[in-house]
C-alpha cells in the first residue's frame, strides 16, 4: 500500500504534507471522487476493517465503500502523511433512537494548532473538514451546524437538504469493539439498512447523486430530481456515469432490488391512502 497510489485515485495533486491545506486538499478530493456504496453488503461479500482489503477495493479496485472504509482509508492516509489521527465512535440518529446507534458510524478527528472533524463516511456531509467548535460551519452554498450537549457528547447537523439529518460523537478514542460489532450487525441483520437497500452516493461541491436500489436522484438546495432504472443494464450504466464504477453486474441483486423498491412504492401508497392523502 503506497500512499502516492490513493492520493492519484482521488485526484490530489497538492503538498503533502501534515498541514491544514494538505487535510483540506485530500478531504474535498476524497469526497469528491470516491463514492459512498454498500454493493458488497448486498452481495454478500464480508467487509471489515483490515485496511488492507479496504486499499485493495477503494485504490486498486476502484471501488467506493461505507463509513468504516470511508473513514479508515481516509484515517491512514493521513497518519501515513504524518497527521495526528483519532478514530473516533460515531452514532447516527442518536437524537432519535437513543444509544443503540453508538458504533453505527466511524469519525476522525484531527490534531493540528486546533482539532478537526474529518468525516467521508456519511454519503452527504461536509465537503472538507470543519474545526471542533459550536456554532455554524459554511461550505460554500451548504450549512453546517454544530454543538455540544450536556451529556458530553458532541452533535453534528447537516446542511438543509443533507441525509443524514444529525451524528453524534465524543472526543475520545474510539470503542473498536464495538465498532466491529456493529461492522458485522449491519452487514447481516434483516433489520440493517445496507442489507434492506442498494446505496451509492456521490458528493458534488454543493449537491449530491444518489442511487437507492432503481431510483437514481440529484438533490440541490432548489429541489430533486428522480428516475427510476428498469433493468441491471440501466443501473450498470448509471453506476459509470455518475460514480465511475465499473465491471460490477447487477444482474445477481435485481429481483430483490425489485422486490425491495415495489415493497417500499406500495407501503408508501397504502400509508398515503390510509391517512387521507393523495
Not at 470511508?70 to 452514532?91: H, K, P, Q, S, Y
Not at 444518489?210 to 443494464?233: C, F, Q
Not at 445477481?252 to 390510509?274: K, S, T
Request: hydrophobic share 40%; glycine share 10%; net charge negative.
Amino acid at each position: 500500500m503506497q500512499v502516492g497510489a490513493y492520493l492519484d485515485r482521488i485526484g490530489y495533486r497538492g503538498p503533502v504534507a501534515p498541514t491544514l491545506e494538505c487535510l483540506t486538499g485530500i478531504h474535498r478530493c476524497q469526497a469528491l471522487n470516491v463514492p459512498y456504496e454498500n454493493l458488497d453488503v448486498q452481495l454478500g461479500v464480508p467487509v471489515g476493517q483490515d485496511i488492507g482489503p479496504i486499499f485493495d477495493k477503494i485504490v486498486n479496485q476502484r471501488r467506493g465503500g461505507w463509513c468504516y472504509e470511508m473513514n479508515g482509508l481516509l484515517g491512514w492516509a493521513l497518519r501515513e502523511i504524518g497527521f495526528d489521527v483519532m478514530r473516533v465512535t460515531g452514532a447516527v440518529h442518536r437524537r432519535d433512537r437513543g444509544d443503540s446507534t453508538l458504533g453505527n458510524h466511524l469519525v476522525l478527528l484531527v490534531r493540528l494548532e486546533k482539532t478537526y472533524i474529518a468525516d467521508l463516511g456519511l454519503g452527504d456531509g461536509i465537503r472538507e473538514p470543519i474545526l471542533l467548535e459550536a456554532g455554524v460551519h459554511r461550505q460554500g452554498e451548504l450549512v453546517f451546524r454544530l454543538e455540544q450537549l450536556e451529556d458530553g457528547y458532541w452533535r453534528w447537523h447537516n446542511h438543509g437538504f443533507g441525509n443524514p439529518a444529525t451524528a453524534d460523537f465524543r472526543d475520545a478514542p474510539a470503542d473498536e469493539d464495538l465498532l466491529n460489532a456493529k461492522v458485522q450487525f449491519l452487514q447481516t441483520s434483516p433489520e440493517s439498512v445496507f442489507v434492506q437497500n442498494l446505496a451509492f452516493e456521490i458528493m458534488r461541491p454543493e449537491s449530491v447523486v444518489i442511487l437507492i436500489g432503481r431510483v437514481l436522484s440529484e438533490k440541490t438546495a432548489g429541489g430533486e430530481s428522480k428516475t427510476v432504472l428498469n433493468s441491471p443494464a440501466e443501473i450498470e450504466a448509471a453506476l459509470a456515469q455518475h460514480f465511475d464504477i465499473r465491471n460490477v453486474q447487477i444482474a445477481p441483486l435485481w429481483p430483490r432490488i425489485c422486490a425491495r423498491h415495489a415493497e417500499v412504492f406500495e407501503n408508501r401508497v397504502g400509508n398515503e391512502v390510509a391517512s387521507g392523502g393523495t
